[in-house]
């Protein structure tokens, strides 16, 4: 099997599936001629024609309402949105219309519509194209939330995503497209919503991430392993749904959660898994659960941009705390 | 489309020159101005000294002939590529430079610099003007806001909002369109099915003009009197300003993707700033030591700015937390003590 990076991981699943399900359709800014700004889409409309990988006005809000109608008409769009701070002119047809469609009319229409999004700090770009506000999509009931964290992952899910009979935000980590090499399969694997993957094994302390800060928690699961501690590393690779099982059963025997997330603190994911947690396994907890998030602040410009994402270092010293007994 | 200026420097027939000797030769020294701080700052981001760097060769005289029909406390309201215009209307190339250097900092110009920082979503921002438009009038001052996009905002929900709302209320604005041709990749003929940018105005009950945007006169002819005439109440303009992006659309494109080089190439006989010196030149008004001693105070004005830019020490980690409200929240504060107990440990 080839090694490629999470860009071409997901180009030859776009190629795949637009190959193969002749319902899909690729539409959003630049992602015809140029192939996308992260190149994800490169090549793919010269191959299979303007009129299924579409070049649109600049538009975002055209873009998510088009794809929610094509959806409902019986098509699988699958729309991009440049980055995730350009997302928000569209979050009125997500909110109100896209994830409410299937409640509304009780099963009578639906929009299996997947929605991809380039998210995440940590390359210096400019401002509104760091964000990592995937907390405002779980927070959304009625939508799908899947964040990648490798080339396999992100195959693998996109796959099952475009198969969904629901709508899928699927946020790809902008600092792990071209960050990690790994096998993919030809034709790709699909990978199941709901399952979280266990990345390393350990006793000692729980680390759970997802997207971009999954490298980072194993880096620190290294660290921890120079002073002797076994850090249990779960990737959770879908927010919704959630494998809370997995993440239990791993707390449940260490004792220690830290959970990592890059998006602001306040009612962020983290949140949601700290009261998950002392809502199901309170008794087994050893210390107080550890939150490692971005702070309730704008991402900060390039010159400072590091005081914000969370490191390998500040997630290793949150574990030591927890392993002091918080 | 109006034109007035031609590529070879000479007036169209039955075209006069808006602005005497004097005042070309100050425009056309902005115009100068300008190209370097560009170039520069094309440069300073390949050596890794800038973020992303959104070029504006070849809109200078849409720009800065827009811009110079504005009063002093007038305000504007721009976009990440409008940065000539922006710093003509009082904002220091220091500023436009430390933004670019990822500093917050560059979005705070110097107090009475009416221009707010760029706009780095696209459409957002126009909707901004209208409202500084009617909140002047509201509180009886007389002072125009002008906003300046590309035709790619036009597609934008919040371009029409904007275009409508200023229709609706007569409010003193002026939208400044720089049709450069592209949107990223996307070319201006699959933008929009309307014939031209300027027609748009037409739907929102206000008048709307197309002129030739590497021309200085001809944006500034169609800019002086859509501000005069909203300064005394008569609503709004569209202009829309025909030019050219002649570089990628930001230092991280690759326009070899979606345009011609030979279109490109074409358009360097257009060049805005070229053609404003022939004309000088042909009227005995400029010559080769007067452009030398431009393009010397040009440079060293920028080489000041970055200089000055650079110096100042990066953001550090307490400040990351100062500046979300008047006062910090008790969670920031909290937030910011966890930080710096982190750093210290
Ligand atoms: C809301 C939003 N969507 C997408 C982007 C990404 N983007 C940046 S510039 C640009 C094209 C804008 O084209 P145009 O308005 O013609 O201005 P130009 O860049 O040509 O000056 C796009 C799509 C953005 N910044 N904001």
Redo the contacts with the bound molecule.
Sequence with gaps: MPEVNMAQALNLTLDHVLSTHTDTVILG??VGRTGGVFRVTDGLQAKHGSERVVDTP?A?SGIVGAAFGMAISGLRPIAEI??LG?FY?AYDQVVSHVSRIRHRSRHRFTAPLVIRIPYGAGIGAAE?HSESTEALFAHTPGLKVVVPSDPADAAGLLLTAVEDPDPVIFLEPIRSYRRLQGEVASPPEPVPFGQAARRRQGSDVTLVAYGAMVPDALEAAEALAEDGHEADVIDLRTLVPLDLDTVLESVTRTGRAVIVQEGHRTCGFAAELAASIQEEALYSLQAPVQRVTGWDTVVPLRRAEHHYVPSADRIAAAARHALKGG | MLEILQPDGSLAADAAAPLDDEETRLLFAALVAARAYDRKGTALQKQGRLATY?SFEGQEAAQIGAAAALQPADWLVA?Y?DAAAMWFHGYPWMNLFLGRTGDERGGSPPMGVNVLPPS?????HMIHAVGLAWGERLQSRDRVAMTM?????TS?GDFHEAMNFAGVYQLPVVFLC?N?H???SLPRAEQTASETIAQKADAYGFPGVQVDGNDLFAVHSAAQPATARARSGGGPTLIEAVTY?MAP?TTADDPGRYRDSNETEAWKERDPIARVRRYLESRGSWDDDRQAELETSAADDVEAAIAAAEDLEPLGPAEVFSAMFAEMTPQLVRQQQALMRYRDA
Excluded: K, L, M, S
């Excluded at chain 2, 780095?120 to 957002?124: D, N």
């Excluded at chain 2, 996009?149 to 905002?153: E, S």
């Design positions: 800014e630049d600049v975002e440049q980055f350009f002119p509104h | 959104a976009t590529r780095i979503t696209v459409g957002a996009f590309g035709d790619g905002a934008e720089q450069n592209y949107a990223i992006r659309h």
